[in-house]
């Protein structure tokens, strides 16, 4: 066997398990990278997620009936970042859900941070001549946000305040100890 044709023998065996790669790699399903990458999939469905800390979201309109923050979740199997998803949820709702939830990193007495599980139903908003946008409605009635401001959607609001130390023994990245 030439070293060319071992070469695309290797090449082959490498583009088969790709899909296993790229599965490994990703985000727990109860995470808000899945949901969002998974979007167009899971659009209408109910999905629960591990929900570390949330976010008021500072650029949503106060004269409406609704909140909107952010949901801070974490992959519990890898212990990593899983991302922060758009939530809107009925705004008598709002107390409840702070103190359920928090809105500061917390941690067990593991390696991780304390997740509490929230389940919503996964929307989409399509604008024109932008991305669609994935959010999770928990509220009674359901919420169509494609009328909302862009703003509302900004995701600058979450993404530094992530508040989620790195390392972890091992050299793993995720949590710290």
């Not at 065996?13 to 790669?21: D, N, Q, R, S, T």
């Not at 994935?134 to 508040?163: C, H, K, N, Q, W």
Request: aromatic share 8%; proline share 5%; hydrophobic share 35%.
């Amino acid at each position: 066997m030439t070293i060319k044709s071992s070469l695309k023998v290797l090449l082959a065996a490498l583009v088969g398990f790709c899909p296993l790669w790229a599965f490994a790699g990703s985000s727990g399903k109860n995470t808000a990278a899945y949901v969002k990458a998974m979007g167009d999939q899971l659009e209408g469905e109910k999905v629960s997620l591990d929900v570390a800390f949330i976010r008021i979201n500072r650029h949503a309109p106060d004269d409406v009936p609704y909140v909107f923050f952010w949901a801070a979740t974490v992959d519990d199997d890898e212990m990593a970042k899983g991302g922060a998803i758009l939530v809107v949820a009925d705004k008598d709702d709002k107390d409840s859900l702070i103190r359920r939830f928090g809105t500061n990193l917390e941690r067990d007495r593991g390696d991780g941070p304390e997740t509490k599980s929230m389940r919503g139903t996964v929307r989409l908003v399509g604008r024109e001549n932008g991305p669609k946008r994935v959010y999770l409605d928990i509220t009674d009635d359901g919420v169509d946000l494609s009328d909302a401001p862009d703003r509302v959607f900004d995701e600058g609001d979450i993404s530094g305040e992530m508040g989620m130390p790195p390392g972890r023994r091992g050299g793993r990245p995720g949590f710290g100890d």
